[in-house]
Structure formats: structure tokens, C-alpha cells
């Protein structure tokens, strides 16, 4: 197989992976709704975060890895950063007793302390 043809099926085989993301992450998600729509200064739906688990579950299955480099460093960022972002959701947020849809920030999140 000649080198033009291995270059015409890695990127066949990207834009594949390509389109695996944009199925689990389409433009017009409710993930990419809230993200745009949400400032995050108070309750968070728990759906948001149900869904950024799902996005996560993929960062490590080889069918979404890109064979182009640059493209693979890209998508790793962009999966660590939804992760990283979960994570912080976590750290700081408890369930509302008034409506357990929701995150809240604890308060003492929402005041740094300062030593």
C-alpha cells in the first residue's frame, strides 16, 4: 500500500472518531445548552452532571482515539477538562433538600477562605 493511501485511511479513520464525538456531544446538546445558557453562580441541574459523567465513560475507549497527534492532544484535553470540571461539581456542590435535581455550591465554596 502506497504512503498516499495510508494517509487517506488515517484520515478516514479520524474523521470517523470525529464523528463518534460529535454523536456523544452534538452542538445542540442539552450539555452544550447548559454550558452556554448556565453562569454556575447557583443551582446546578444534576442532569448536567449525569451527562458530563457519560461524556467522561469515553475519554479512555480506543474507538475515540484520533490517530493524528495533534488532534488526540486535543481531544484529551477536552475530555480531561469535562472530567476535571465534574470533578470540581462534586467537590463543592451537595444535593438541595428542596429539590433533589439539583447541586448548590456550599457555602463555604462560595466564600474562600484566607489564611
Given amino acids: 500500500m502506497g504512503a498516499r493511501k495510508v494517509r487517506e485511511r488515517k484520515v478516514e479513520k479520524d474523521l470517523e472518531v470525529y464523528k463518534k464525538i460529535l ?3 452534538p452542538s445542540d446538546s442539552y450539555t ?3 454550558l452556554r445558557k448556565n453562569d454556575f453562580g447557583g443551582r446546578i441541574e444534576r442532569q448536567f452532571s ?3 459523567d457519560k461524556i467522561c465513560d469515553h475519554r479512555d475507549r480506543p474507538e ?3 490517530i493524528n497527534k495533534d488532534l488526540e492532544k486535543l481531544r484529551v484535553k477536552l475530555f480531561k477538562e469535562f472530567y476535571l470540571f465534574n470533578l470540581r461539581i462534586m467537590e463543592k456542590c451537595f444535593v438541595c433538600k428542596d429539590d433533589d435535581r439539583y447541586y448548590k455550591y456550599s457555602q463555604y465554596m ?3 477562605v484566607i489564611d
Wanted: charged share 15%.
Fill in 50 to 52: 449525569q451527562e458530563i
Fill in 110 to 112: 462560595m466564600h474562600p
Fill in 64 to 66: 475515540f482515539f484520533f
Fill in 32 to 34: 452544550i445548552s447548559y
Fill in 23 to 25: 454523536e456523544l456531544l
